[in-house]
């Protein structure tokens, strides 16, 4: 895989940035934005209109047609993450002949303007387990602790899938060290003994997204995902968040139904998250 980027200018100033990979499938030299991430696409500004917008897709495919690609494939980020809602990137591509690859489906959570809002959204059971952990005297707080949040996390993907976590210790160490406002690590401890945790991105002034969840089996008894959530969603509504983004529960359009009813139940619902895709 070729990392790439490209810019396309405007009055021969850099206007629009476009972060993709050389990828090689079935043989075939394919232009991906991006496999190395959730998501892709251009990165516009605010005020882009129709008109630049269909200029961008002609300008990428004949980019990426002169230097041999066999085609573009584009996941794009939902709507819930531009700073104006829009959805002329998408309107374009289909304009010139991209086809819905997949259609993944990423479970997300507005945040009201409290707290106490927020926690009328959780199904009963969820609500419980919050008084439940609070009852047992869980400490959630923001951590640096990678290491022992890592070791829960690769545990519990050995044992329920057979994978590794995406990233490795030291990867997300060096994200947490580069990025240090917008990779976030909350931990659930008991007796400073960490128990579970959630990493969350913050993806700009107005999204998080849950990247990684997990905690001890053995510790299932103290809820602390519960409150995990709960004292997360706090902090975002004290400094002014609007939306968090549990992350997807489809695999190639397969949906895990245990998966969405858990998220479900702290008051989320669906949004697509397309992957387009078009071949020369």
């Known amino acids: 895989m070729l990392i790439t980027a490209s ?4 009055k021969n100033k850099p206007y629009v940035l476009f972060p993709a990979a050389e990828v090689i499938k079935a043989q075939k030299k394919m232009l991906i934005s991006h496999p190395g991430a959730s998501m892709g696409s251009f990165v516009v500004p605010e005020d882009l209109s129709i008109a630049n917008a269909i200029e961008l897709v002609e300008a990428l495919n004949s980019y990426a047609k002169n230097r041999g690609f066999s085609g573009v494939r584009i996941t794009l980020p939902p709507t819930i993450y531009n700073k104006r809602q829009s959805n002329y990137i998408d309107f374009s ?8 690859l ?7 959570l507005f945040l009201e303007d409290s707290i106490e809002e927020n926690l009328e959204k959780f199904n009963p059971a969820h609500r419980r387990g919050v008084r439940k952990a609070q009852r047992m005297n869980v400490d959630v707080r923001q951590t640096d602790d990678i290491e022992s949040f890592y070791e829960i996390l ?5 044992t329920r899938h057979g994978v590794k976590p995406t990233h490795t210790v030291a990867e997300l160490k060096s994200l947490q060290t580069l990025f240090p406002d917008h990779v ?16 969350n991105f913050i993806a700009n002034n107005d999204v998080i997204l849950a990247f ?4 001890d089996e053995d510790y299932q008894e103290y809820r602390p995902i ?3 959530f709960y004292e997360i969603f706090r902090w975002a509504i004290s400094n002014n968040y609007s939306v968090f983004d549990f992350g ?6 397969e949906p895990n139904m245990g998966l969405a009813k858990f998220k479900e139940k702290f008051g989320a619902s669906g949004i697509f998250r397309d992957t387009l895709d078009y071949h020369f």
């Open 93 to 100: 591509l289909l304009q010139f002949g991209y086809q819905y």
């Open 102 to 108: 997949k259609r993944e489906v990423s479970s997300i």
């Open 248 to 253: 997807i529960f489809t695999v190639n359009e």
């Open 212 to 215: 990684y969840i997990s905690h």
């Open 7 to 10: 810019f396309f200018y405007k």
């Open 184 to 199: 976030q690590l909350n931990g659930a401890f008991v007796k400073d003994n960490m128990i579970g945790g959630v990493v």
């Open 154 to 158: 690769r545990k519990n993907l050995k």
């Open 226 to 228: 519960n409150l995990l």
